[in-house]
């Protein structure tokens, strides 16, 4: 996988942000200016993460699930649909279990996601969602994509 020098630049941002947090918490450096993501810098985080979602290479899924974690961070509250959206991309790039983080009303008990703003989004996490589900004792589970493939194709314990 090759990434555009627009999307290395994309990427250094985003953990720039990251990384000058982490230094004001341990006390490196003080009063950072901006640890806030710019409506265009969320614009174009989001594209990327999409279009690295769809790719079936271990660095691009990595980036998806790093980047995913920083704009989740560091959202805003006007990010109505960044759930929703971290929810699908995090399903389709493999990582389901992952993805129940960023859904703070999750249904635990009847393991359940809280509703979506689209019918069709909630139709997409589940398609991607069946695909790494298991059953042990009839009870279902969702693994990562890497659980799914080493516990074979049945999915079944």
Known sequence: MN???NDKNLIKELLSIEHKAIAERLGFISDVRSKSITDTLLIDSVGLIDKLSRIEDQRAKKIVVTLSAILWTYRSDEWDGLKDFLILILSRAGFPPSSIMVDNDYDYHNRRFSSFNSLIDEFFVTLHQLKHEIFV?????????????????TGNL
Do not use: A
Not at 138 to 150: I, P
């Open 137 to 153: 004792q009839d009870k279902s589970f969702l693994v990562t994509g890497f659980q799914k493939k080493n516990l074979g194709q």
């Open 3 to 5: 990434l555009e020098n």
